[in-house]
């Protein structure tokens, strides 16, 4: 059994910063890659970011290329998501995810499959 559980959501202004965590429970390595994926209001998910664990290998859509960055810390057996330059629609609930596997269909745009997930994190940005 695998939980993964999120924290470091909150309210803050545009242009400001956040980083969120994941904490995993579980075998969540033996999964593709972990990552994050997000629910905007009245808009469909999108997935954000992976790392994948074999190698470090980094994947992100093209709206938060060069402002979010994902680490993780195997140790801990934590993955990071620090987002800066943050715009109101980055807006969302932020889900950490065990990835199966991503395919990328053009450059920045992601098709995904999920072994586990959280509960969710709020974000909230403010213009």
């Known amino acids: 059994q695998v939980q993964l559980v999120e924290s470091g959501g909150g309210l803050v202004q545009a242009g400001g910063s956040l980083r969120l965590s994941c904490a995993a429970h579980?075998?969540?390595?033996?999964?593709?890659?972990m990552g994050w994926y997000r629910h905007p209001p009245g808009k469909a998910r999108e997935f954000v970011t992976a790392i994948r664990w074999s190698d470090n290998d980094t994947y992100y859509v093209g709206s938060v290329k060069g402002r979010f960055r994902i680490s993780r810390d195997n140790a801990n057996d934590t993955v990071y998501l620090q987002m800066n330059s943050l715009k109101p629609e980055d807006t969302a609930v932020y889900y950490c995810?065990?990835?199966?596997?991503?395919?990328?269909?053009?450059?920045?745009?992601?098709?995904?499959?999920?072994?586990?997930w959280g509960k969710g994190t709020l974000v909230t940005i403010s213009s």
């Open positions: 995810a065990a990835f199966s596997f991503l395919t990328s269909s053009d450059p920045g745009s992601y098709y995904y499959g999920m072994d586990y």
């Open positions: 579980g075998r969540a390595f033996s999964s593709y890659a």
